[in-house]
């Protein structure tokens, strides 16, 4: 278990970075369209700043809430992609080909727009909910055991 | 075009340090700045998008997990006793290195409009991008549209890694 850090200085400049990256990651990942990023990148940030509330203020800790809710969310990105591709079944098309993604009012080349968009999103969530869970469980450590003792058994 | 020597040199001089350190927490940290420079290496040839994944996957969530990974660990495993190298890598590995150097001699000049890479599907991509997904960034386009399927793997393979490192490292008992 991961415990609260005790400096004031790391709880203190976690507090500023943590809101910053994730609004960082968050515009990474709707401006993949236009610049470099997108989804993957977008939700390694996402997840790189939950691990970092949970380092400085604990898994535990009203701060990292989020961190702790989003481990709910493993495979969720995955069926958000998925669904997407289905939808385009649905449609009458070829799995993820957002042409036929049924949205009234939309051309071709914006439902292929909103379907990049969707997708993206399901990447970050996938990437962001794997990266918060692997470190849990690299970290998760109740009784003192330490990994190559659990390896010998 | 200046900068291709030092950062070539400071690439080689942290691989080098990474694998030479005594003490892997060291050799984790040194691994970082490795990714970095490599970052900075993908950004100087143009491959925004590669420099952007390296530099926050390779130099951040990496280390990351290779820290925890560490801190599990008790002090004397992260203190690694090197053996002598074997007679067959001194021996191989330069004579390999000299094998690849030969083969890049014949692979295309950087950039050159008329290599392979760039003749083949490329230009389709690039030309009908905008026109027909509204995605300016081709690399969007092609990673999330035309080979989504590509992708939506790639996804399943991370979740898959996900599950894997719960089942193996979490505590099921309580």
């Known amino acids: 278990m991961i415990h609260p850090h005790d400096s004031v200085i790391v709880r203190t400049l976690g507090r500023i970075v943590i809101p910053v990256a994730q609004l960082f990651g968050f515009y990474v990942l709707v401006f993949g369209q236009y610049g470099p990023g997108g989804g993957f990148v977008g939700g390694v940030i996402l997840a790189a700043s939950m691990i970092l509330a949970i380092l400085v203020f604990g898994l535990d800790a009203p701060d990292s809430r989020i961190a702790s809710m989003v481990l709910h969310g493993d495979g969720l990105g995955l069926l958000i992609f998925a669904f997407v591709g289905g939808m385009c079944l649905i449609g009458g098309g070829q799995f993820l080909n957002y042409t036929y993604l049924e949205i009234p009012g939309l051309d071709s080349a914006s439902r292929h727009y909103v379907g990049i968009l969707l997708t993206q999103v399901g990447v970050a969530v996938d990437v962001a909910v794997t990266g918060v869970s692997i470190a849990v469980s690299l970290s998760t450590d109740d009784n003192g055991v330490t990994g190559k003792e659990v390896l010998d058994g | 075009m200046t900068f291709e020597l030092p950062l070539l040199i400071l690439l080689v001089m942290t691989a080098a340090g990474a694998l030479l350190v005594k003490d892997l927490i060291s050799a984790v940290f040194i691994l970082g700045s490795y990714s970095f ?80 890479a760039s003749t083949h599907i490329a230009p389709t991509y690039i030309d009908n991008s905008v026109s027909q997904t509204r995605t300016p960034n081709v690399v969007t386009a092609v990673l999330m549209d035309y080979r989504a399927l590509d992708t939506l793997v790639e996804t399943i393979v991370i979740f898959t890694a996900g599950i894997a490192c719960a089942l193996i490292l979490r505590n099921n008992d309580k």
């Not at chain 2, 990974?69 to 002090?75: E, I, Q």
């Not at chain 2, 203190?79 to 094998?99: E, F, H, K, T």
């Open chain 2, 37 to 116: 420079t490599l970052a900075l290496v993908w950004a100087l040839l143009g491959a925004v998008d590669v420099a952007f994944v390296e530099a926050v996957v390779g130099a951040g969530l990496a280390t990351v997990f290779f820290l925890l990974t560490l801190f599990r660990a008790s002090v004397k495993d992260t203190q690694i006793r090197r053996s002598p190298v074997p007679l067959v890598a001194v021996v191989g590995l330069p004579l390999l290195a000299i094998l690849l150097l030969y083969g890049a001699g014949d692979l295309p000049a950087f950039g050159d409009p008329a290599s392979p």
